[in-house]
Every structure is written in C-alpha cells, then in structure tokens.
C-alpha cells in the first residue's frame, strides 16, 4: 500500500514502485475477492518462536475461517475484530484457514468469547523483522538531499482509531519530519479523514465520526512536533473520506487515513 | 481448547455505530499536549500536600553506620564501597572520585524533616532502600529517623508517630507513600479531566478518606504505596533508545528545559520525565523542603549520574568477573546504555561464558561451578523461553495482539539493565484486579471509565486496582495499573520487589510470573532465573 506519494524515495519508495507494478497486474488478472466481516478471533498457539501463533476468524455468513495473522494490528482475543483482507489461494498448511492478504484487522469494543486452540499439526508462522524497521536514536539520521517538490505521506488506521502503530505509522512520520526539515516547507497540512456514513458490516452498524477524523490530524501533529517540526509549520484540517476515494487492495482501509502534505 | 476468561471484562453490548464518536487516543478527549508529557506540573499541589504533614523532632542515636548514611553526616563516599548482602556483596561505584559529602545536597537535609536524598537511596542498597534496612533502622532510633517522617514513611499523617503499626506499609513492604493530585495535572499545572471516576473501596491506612488528606479534602489526592526506585546506573534509565514510545504511539515527549527527549523509564507512574524533574519534586515533598534550589537540583542530578551499583560477588559463585564473565558494577558503568537484546547478543549475555565453562579441574570448587552453571541457563532462560503473554495493557494492546508469545525479554529488552528500550508502562498485573497478590493492607479503588472513553483494553470499563499507575499521571482509562518497567540491577540488596513491595524475594518474582502466565517452569528454571537475578 502506498504510503507516500508522488515521488517516493528510500525504502518507502520501493515499496511504492512495488505497488504500482502490482496495480498494473491487477488490471489484467481477474477482480480479486476481498472479504469484510466481524468475527470473534481465535488463537492459534503453534509455539514457532517469539511473535509466532495464527489468528484464525470465522466469518458467519459463508461458514469459512480465515487467516488474518499478517495484520499490521494483531487481534486481541475476547474481542470482536472488523476484518478486511483480499481472499488468496495461499497453502493453509501454516494455520489452517484460507489466508487473506493483504489483510487489516480492526479491534472493536465489543466482546466475545476468546479461544485458545493448539497446534494441531500446524507449523505457524515463523516472526520475521519487516523489511524496513524503525531505526535506535544511535543511528545517525540522515536529510533526504535535493532536489525537492511537493510531497504527501499517507497514513491508514484501523476502524476508529488515531493509534500510530508500532513499525508502520512511525516509519512514516519519522520519513515526513526528516523531509520537512530538510525540504523546509512554506507549510505542511495535515488532513484526517473518516468514513462517516455508516454501513453495515455482519448485521451491524460501523461508522466513523468527524471526531476520528479531527483525532488523526491531530495525533499526527503532536507527533510531528515531538520529532522537532514547529506547530507553527502546520496546518490541521479533517473531513469526511469522499465516498470514491479508492487506494489499493483494501478500498475502505484507504478511505480511513491522514495525508501529510509538505508544501514548498 | 482453553477458555480464556472474560469475566473481568465489563460488557461492552452497544454497537459499533454508539462508539464511533470515540477518539482512541487521548487528543480530542483531554488534550494530549499537556497530558501525555511528564512535567512539573503536579508538584505544586503535592508541595502543598507535604505541607500539612508535621514534621516532629527526630533523634540521632548511635547505630551502625557502615551500612547506613545518616543525611549530614561528613564521611565521603568513596569512589567504590562494597557492602556484604545475604546473596554476597554488592559495590556501588562514584566514578567521578570521592565524593564530599559534607555540604553535599544528596547527603544534607534540605527540608524541615531532616531527610536527604541519601535517606531513601543508600549505597548499600543499590540506592535504593531495602525493608531489612528500614526495620533496622526502626530498631536502632525507636522510630526517630527522619526516614520515619510523617508526611510519606508513615501509612499516613495523621496517625500516631511512635506507634510501629502507624508505618506498617514501611516496616513490612518497604513502601512510602506517594500523594498525587485528582485530578491529575498537566506539565502546565492545569487539570486534565479524567476519563474514570474513582472510588475509595478500602482504606486500610485511613489516608485516602481522611479530610485532610484524602480524596474528599479541600486539595484531592490519591494515596498509593510504593517502593524507592534506585538512583544508580541512569544513563541506562535515561537512554532513549528509539524516538518513538509504541506504548503510547507517539514519540517521546520533549524536555521544555533541554528541547531533548524525556526518559520513558523514570518513576513508576513515568510523572517525572527528567532526573532534574524528579529531583525537584523529591526535594519539595519527600524531603518537605520550601524551595528546590536549581543549584543543588543540577549539583544532585550530576552526581546521580556517577553513580553505577551492582551485585560484585556471590556467596556461591564468588567473584562475578571470572571465568569470562562480566558482572558487576565496574562493566556496567563501561557499556552503552539504550541497546537492544537479541539473537547473537542477548540479554544477560555477560554471564554467557559461564553456560561453556572448561572441564573441571580436581580440587575444583564443585558448588560455585554448578552455581555459575545455573546463572547461564538463568541467562538462557530469560531470553529464549517463550510463553503467552496475556492481558498485559501496554504490551499486548499495541498491535502485538492479546496474546502474544515472547520471553522475558519482550519487555525487559535494554542490555545490562532489563530496562524497555522502546519505553512505556504496562500493567503486569501486580496492582490490577484480578492479578494483583491479595493485600488488604493496601488500599482498593474502584475506577468507572466515563461515557465515550476508552476503556482499559483488557478488564473494561470497571477496574479494582490496589494502585492506578501511570493513569495517575495521564487520567486515561486505558494507562489504569501501568507501572513503568524497572531496572533489575543491584536486586539482591533491595528486596521487596515491584512497585508495590509485593514480592519479598527474588524468587517470589519468578513465581508471580509462573503464576501470571501459566509459563509452567521447573523447579530447576526458577532457581535458575533466581540465581541470575542475585547476581545482576
């Protein structure tokens, strides 16, 4: 998923050019199935290490579970979980369940009963570092060099949520500060967006409020300033996410988002 | 299939369309600017706290000082003093030379209680203080030392002062009193409006419902127990290891003084970013001094930065730099601070070389080998064993998922220390119902998240909890019983442990974790890991 654009640099960048190759293939294979439900998460203890173990989903209407374990945002279990994941036909040999993936997983309030369940066979899935992590204060920063232009850092979030997660949105709130301060922008605005209209998902009622919307603008903010960026430089604003903005595989992932603009 | 319970869950049946007006981070709700940043904002209302304490005469009287500072005295400290504990010796380090103490603000009473820095954080104690010390203490001067003083060494105030029962927390848990103003204040002084209301379930210690000094007297404040954390090794407690504190999800608060990063490590509800911070506020309301001169508050934080203290030898194992490995203060003090654990550098790895110790030679001391043999897999243990982790706020409600399975070294990742490298608190369960050790000695409180809040993400929107943590500072429901993950040097000399004193030995933490985590250990695992952390 893209998480800068229109000109990416560094590790972020490839990612980006990944993506877009991959939305040439897309427009050529066929439409992929992307699944959105509520369900209660069982876990999977399959023992494979740190950070190992499969979170497992039964989506009700089609009676079938689901992998959802590669989500930026694991399950916590007695908790309902608003799944959204494109259906692949990846082996199911590590956790058992068809395999979503991509896959984003949002944790809501209410409860359920939380299963532990064993093995049974299956190996799990190994952790493995992401390709790029956030990097100790012992490593020197270094400023993106010029030439500069206008540039946006995007941000999705999990359904009601202005959380900045651990190894995703830190990455690109730490690239935006690094290229603000070298680019030294006349502005940088920060607009949140949230799904408002309410839609129903599993027999129940999801939607966003303004509120979400203004929290994400401002979480990025106060982050941005912690990194050394003036609160002077910023501009906030939030709005609904217009009903036809679509990025990537997860359509309604991408409405939920904020968009740093570094404006030279 | 294992059920796993929710009964402490409050049930949450409104749908997602009732919560979607709720912001989960603390910005549209209270204001993150000032709430999330540690500052001195609170230390105003505890001054005036303090200030309603009396301050009784206290007495001198002839005791052992070799393993006791009295504030005032003039002895020096000296650049290396070893003092003998049941685990061996430990020897706390002044790498900047001697250290005068006469005149010297971490050695001289700068209040009207008669209390210095030093009373709380002794040498011999890993700098920080052990019940062993404190009922010594209690014998040798009948009570009379200011470490009794009636504003925090006693259960509360208003008690009777000779009476031993009036400083049972003290004697028997090695706790002081900590007040924090309700609400909590922000860095700016201002309030921040809680997300829960909280009531007064118990009240052992008559503190929290007093009218002077409870919750209901004309200044609110909160009464919990806790611990003195040791004031040694701070350049691990002070490192930043990563911009970012991933607990909270931003990055750490900035230092209004230095324009720097704050230390997500300091104090257990992290109220205090700054050793100066802390220093200030310790001079105001422990000490019950008038004004913290900036002078002795710069000359005080300096010193504390010379400081390193460690256990140096074990009783069994002997000396802690033979045979390969790197124990003690000495090596502590040479390391970086702020250095991430893992795969071919893991935690503990200074006791590494003892795990592949030469074949015995005769005449060999076969008790100190299998004694050192032990420490390693401790080491090994700590850093590879890997078991669920449940319901742990802070850890496993930030992406990780609820459970996730990891070691020891999940949180306690800093090299040397066990410190968190990436900051923050969580809520291990030691104050929190329905993990906490049973304490009806403590106070119980109950906290109801507000309307539109968000609740604590493991145990609801009603929480019982011997201490609410870090959401003392915050006044969020989801920071309720997060306590700031400790350091685990110097730990045979400072025994009880947690922020709470409710393990009394070293083993006692190893059991509250089998028993917190169903991590299932052996026998031989635990005296293992016990045997490690005599030696840290």
Redesign the interface.
């Known amino acids: 998923m893209n998480a800068m654009r229109p000109v990416a640099m560094g590790v972020l960048a490839a990612l980006a050019c990944v993506s877009s190759a991959s939305s040439d293939e897309a427009a050529t294979a066929p439409a992929a199935t992307i699944k959105r439900f509520?369900g209660c998460p069982v876990?999977r203890?399959t023992?494979a290490?740190?950070?190992?173990?499969c979170?497992l989903v039964t989506d009700l209407q089609d009676g079938l579970q689901y992998e959802v374990t590669d989500a930026?945002?694991?399950?916590?279990?007695?908790q309902q979980i608003?799944v959204e994941g494109v259906v692949t036909d990846k082996s199911r040999e590590l956790c058992g369940a068809i395999v979503l993936d991509p896959v984003d997983v949002s944790v809501?309030?209410?409860?359920c009963?939380?299963?532990?369940?064993?093995a049974e066979g299956h190996p799990g899935r190994r952790f493995g570092l992401p390709a790029v992590v956030?990097q100790?204060?012992?490593v020197p920063r270094v400023l993106p060099a010029p030439p500069y232009e206008p540039r946006e850092y995007i941000i999705q979030f999990e359904?009601?949520?202005?959380?900045?997660?651990?190894q995703y949105?830190?990455l690109i709130i730490?690239q935006a500060s690094l290229y603000a301060k070298a680019s030294k922008p006349r502005r940088i605005t920060i607009t949140g967006y949230a799904v408002?209209r309410?839609i129903e998902v599993s027999g129940?009622?999801?939607?966003?409020?303004l509120?979400?919307a203004?929290?994400r603008a401002?979480?990025i903010a106060?982050?941005l300033?912690?990194?050394g960026i003036p609160r002077s430089q910023m501009e906030l604003k939030w709005q609904e996410a217009p009903a036809n903005y679509s990025s990537g595989p997860l359509p309604e992932l991408s409405r939920r988002r904020a968009v740093i603009a570094i404006e030279l | 299939?294992?059920?796993?319970p929710?009964m402490f869950?409050s049930?949450?049946?409104?749908?997602?369309?009732a919560?979607?007006?709720?912001?989960?981070?603390a910005?549209?709700l209270w204001g993150?600017?000032s709430a999330?940043t540690p500052g001195a904002g609170h230390i105003d209302p505890e001054r005036r706290h303090a200030d309603k304490a009396p301050t009784p005469a206290t007495a001198s009287a002839d005791y052992d000082t070799s393993s006791w500072r009295r504030p005032g005295d003039a002895q020096p400290l000296p650049a290396r003093t070893t003092y003998d504990n049941s685990s061996g010796a430990l020897t706390t380090l002044s790498i900047g030379g001697p250290v005068a103490a006469l005149g010297h603000p971490f050695f001289t009473p700068l209040g009207t209680n008669g209390r210095a820095c030093v009373t709380c954080h002794q040498p011999s104690d890993g700098m920080s203080v052990s019940v062993e010390t404190i009922r010594r203490q209690w014998d040798a001067t009948q009570g009379k030392d200011p470490l009794f003083a009636p504003v925090d060494g006693s259960n509360c105030p208003h008690l009777p002062q000779g009476d031993a029962a009036s400083h049972s927390l003290l004697l028997q848990r090695g706790l002081f009193r900590i007040f924090r103003p309700w609400p909590p204040r922000a860095a700016d002084g201002s309030t921040i409006e809680p997300q829960f209301s909280i009531e007064v379930v118990r009240d052992p210690t008559g503190c929290n419902t007093h009218p002077l000094y409870g919750l209901n007297s004309s200044e609110p404040t909160i009464s919990v127990y806790r611990r003195p954390r040791p004031v040694a090794n701070v350049k691990f407690l002070t490192a930043?290891?990563?911009?970012?504190e991933?607990k909270n999800?931003?990055?750490?608060?900035?230092d209004t003084e230095s324009g720097l990063?704050m230390s997500g490590n300091l104090m257990a509800d992290g109220r205090n970013g700054t050793l100066k911070i802390q220093a200030r506020e310790a001079m105001l309301t422990h000490l019950q001094a008038t004004a913290a001169d900036e002078a002795d508050v710069r000359t005080i934080v300096e010193f504390e930065n010379t400081l390193y203290s460690a256990q140096s030898h074990d009783r069994w194992g002997g000396e802690l730099t033979e045979a390969g490995a790197d124990g003690g203060p000495d090596r502590l003090s040479q390391f970086?601070a702020?250095?991430?654990q893992g795969g071919p550098q893991p935690i503990w790895k200074e006791f590494q070389p003892w795990r592949t110790l030469p074949a015995p030679k005769a005449g060999e001391n076969a008790e100190q080998r299998a004694f050192r043999e032990s420490v390693a897999r401790g080491a090994n243990s700590f850093a590879t064993k890997?078991f669920?982790i449940w319901d742990a706020a802070g850890i496993?409600?930030?992406?990780?998922?609820?459970?996730?399975?990891?070691?020891c070294a999940?949180c306690h990742n800093m090299q040397r220390t066990g410190l968190d490298?990436?900051p923050g608190q969580v809520d291990l369960g030691t104050t929190n119902e329905p993990f906490a050790n049973p304490a009806p000695e403590l106070p119980l409180f109950k906290l109801t998240c507000k309307e539109g809040s968000r609740?604590h993400?493991?145990l609801g929107r009603v929480v019982y909890t011997q201490d609410p943590g870090y959401a003392l500072t915050t006044g969020r429901c989801t920071d309720i019983g997060k306590i700031t993950i400790q350091q685990m040097r110097a730990l045979a000399a400072r025994a009880p442990y947690f922020s709470n004193g409710s393990a009394k030995s070293i083993r006692e933490i190893v059991d509250f974790y089998d028993r917190r985590y169903s991590i299932g250990y052996s026998e031989q695992e635990k005296q293992d890991l016990v045997n490690l952390m005599s030696v840290l």
């Open positions: 509520i876990y203890d023992d290490g740190r950070k190992s173990g979170w930026r945002i694991k399950p916590i279990l007695g608003l809501l309030p209410q409860t009963k939380g299963f532990v369940i064993p956030m100790p204060t012992n359904l009601n949520s202005d959380f900045l997660l651990y949105s830190e730490e408002t309410p129940q009622r999801i939607a966003e409020t509120a979400v203004e929290a401002r979480t106060e982050a300033n912690r990194l | 299939m294992i059920y796993y929710t869950r049930t949450m049946v409104r749908s997602v369309a919560f979607s007006g709720l912001a989960f981070s910005i549209a993150i600017a999330a930043v290891g990563f911009p970012f991933p999800g931003l990055p750490l608060p900035l990063p970086a702020g250095e991430l890997t669920l496993t409600s930030m992406g990780f998922g609820n459970p996730v399975r990891n070691t999940f490298v990436a609740p993400p493991h």
